[in-house]
């Protein structure tokens, strides 16, 4: 080979390594670099850390006063519903039938529980301005902890019922519950050593005592009846002092409801979803 076609060999073969050695460089100084923003998968958006709270919904439409008596089908055939008492906080509130049906049927929450969260989150507007929690935080509560009121067999009756009536696990300090003997005497849960969680929102017997609502004006709140339940759910979120809007605020009261964050991000995604449905 003529010395003067080594010599370009050899220039060119230099020249590829350095460009080579340029291109690492550039690929290195760009990963250090900032990466742009991205918007987040749809997974993403539905189902994030639950750091933040979750979007607003859209308002319920306010129909209020007590609703005239239906007959719809339930669990015992064709029954008739039961108006709330007139100034209850279940007939005050009480949301218009259409657009909790519509509602109901993009969310998949069915329409006599979709009227409770409903109500319940006017009523908490109201009664404690400053909370902030919405229809969609409380049904993302009520599909973690009953799937609405079906859980285990169970189903909501026309007139709000749940039966049979749901009860957890007694709270004995094993299988990672916490020990929490008995303050009711058994009167809620039936069980007379230890408590347990109760009703479609599934309160404690104690701390049903302290912040249940009688919704519909019977005289007494019943844990087992989904208006009752809900509103007293609203009622105890709302006695915590955190504003529901704020993201630190949202995830800190779902965590006093259960101190679990897992649980915390199992309500994110349900509320999320419900309120992009």
């Known amino acids: 080979m003529r010395p003067a076609r080594v ?37 993403e958006a539905d189902h994030g850390s639950a750091a933040g709270a979750p979007d607003r919904p859209t308002p319920p439409l ?10 719809i089908v339930g669990d015992d055939g064709l029954e008739e519903v039961r108006p709330a008492a007139e100034g209850s906080p279940a007939s005050a509130y009480a949301v218009d039938p259409d657009w909790a049906g519509e509602t109901a049927e993009r969310t998949g929450i ?31 509560v009520g599909w973690v902890e009953s799937h609405h009121g079906w859980l285990h067999g169970a189903s909501v009756r026309a007139d709000g019922d749940v039966r049979p009536k749901i009860i957890g696990v007694p709270l004995d300090g094993t299988g990672g519950t916490a020990l929490v003997r008995d303050t009711d005497g058994g009167r809620l849960d039936g069980d007379t050593e230890f408590d347990r969680a109760v009703g479609p929102m599934q309160f404690i ?16 709140a019943d844990p087992h009846h989904i208006d009752d339940a809900v509103f007293s759910a609203a009622n105890y979120f709302c006695s915590m002092g955190v504003d529901f809007a704020s993201d630190e605020g ?13 649980y915390a991000d199992d309500v994110y995604a349900a509320a999320q979803y419900y309120a992009e449905a």
């Open 205 to 220: 017997p104690e701390t049903w005592e302290m912040f249940a609502v009688d919704a519909r004006g019977t005289g007494e």
């Open 7 to 43: 010599f370009a060999t050899v220039i060119a073969s230099l020249l590829v390594v350095a460009m080579g050695v340029g291109l690492w460089a550039l690929m290195s100084y760009l990963s250090l670099a900032p990466s742009p923003m991205k918007t987040p998968s749809i997974a």
């Open 110 to 140: 069915p329409q006599r529980v979709m009227e409770s969260y409903a109500a319940a989150a006017l009523w908490a507007q109201d009664e404690h301005p400053r909370c902030g929690v919405e229809w969609n935080t409380l049904a993302g």
């Open 250 to 262: 949202w995830n800190r009261g779902i965590l006093r409801y259960n101190a679990s964050q897992e």
């Open 62 to 71: 306010v129909a209020g006063g007590a609703r005239p008596a239906d007959r």
